[in-house]
T-cell receptor, first 110, second 113 residues
Framework: DVKVTQSSRYLVKRTGEKVFLECVQD?????MFWYRQDPGLGLRLIYF???????EKGDIPEGYSVSREKKERFSLILESASTNQTSMYLC?????????FGPGTRLTVT | DAKTTQPPSMDCAEGRAANLPCNHS???????VYWYRQIHSQGPQYIIH???NNETNEMASLIITEDRKSSTLILPHATLRDTAVYYC??????????????FGKGMKLTVNP
């Protein structure tokens, strides 16, 4: 079974803190993605990576950065967390046809 | 923007077949139909995909109309654990690089005992 794991299920951070969300997949997938999910807005793509050290902006990259130093790990970084970044964050990796999601991290910024 | 339309919700009795409709009237010839579902507080889960032929796997069947403008996901014997939001998505498959899955609002299926 493909497994995509995320470092935390729930996270509470203060405004201005630097936040790291980690995602690891165990199936040697090249493509990995970070989304956020908000009520009424669906899933929105933040960043994706199609190879180690390669990254591309998605639809809403502002306020975020990413790191892909190893194939299995894709990190999402909030440089200075703000309250409007309170959301559910979902990581995914994909094969040619299927995209596999992690369980999500519910981040609250206070 | 999502390229699909689904009813917002549907109820189904446990043990009965659940038929989930999706319209995708602007689908292109090289776009596949995908179905995902999201159970509360979990990440989306892939169910099935197809291009033009009907498809079946251990989870569900996918029936695509001949003109490919609509499809139906069939859960043959719905269980309470099938209660979830179901997303119908069209996208080009088999490409490297970006794959932006546009999920839309999906359809809430409630399976009742």
């Amino acid at each position: 079974d493909v497994k995509v794991t995320q470092s935390s299920r729930y996270l509470v951070k203060r405004t201005g803190e630097k936040v790291f969300l980690e995602c690891v997949q165990d199936m040697d997938h090249e493509n990995m993605f970070w989304y956020r999910q908000d009520p009424g807005l669906g899933l929105r793509l933040i960043y994706f990576s199609y190879d180690v050290k390669m990254k591309e902006k998605g639809d809403i990259p502002e306020g975020y950065s990413v790191s892909r130093e190893k194939k299995e790990r894709f990190s999402l970084i909030l440089e200075s967390a703000s309250t409007n970044q309170t959301s559910m964050y979902l990581c995914a990796s994909r094969t040619l046809y299927e995209q596999y999601f992690g369980p999500g991290t519910r981040l609250t910024v206070t | 923007d999502a390229k699909t339309t689904q009813p917002p919700s549907m109820d189904c009795a446990e043990g009965r077949a659940a038929n989930l409709p999706c319209n995708h009237s602007t689908i292109s010839g090289n776009e596949y139909v995908y179905w995902y579902r999201q159970i509360h507080s979990q990440g989306p889960q892939y169910i099935i995909h197809g291009l033009k032929n009907n498809e079946t796997n251990e989870m569900a069947s996918l029936i695509i109309t001949e003109d490919r403008k609509s499809s139906t996901l069939i859960l043959p014997h719905a269980t309470l654990r099938d209660t979830a939001v179901y997303y119908c998505i069209v996208r080009v498959s088999g490409q490297g690089g970006s794959e932006k899955l546009v999920f839309g609002k999906g359809m809430k299926l409630t399976v009742n005992p």
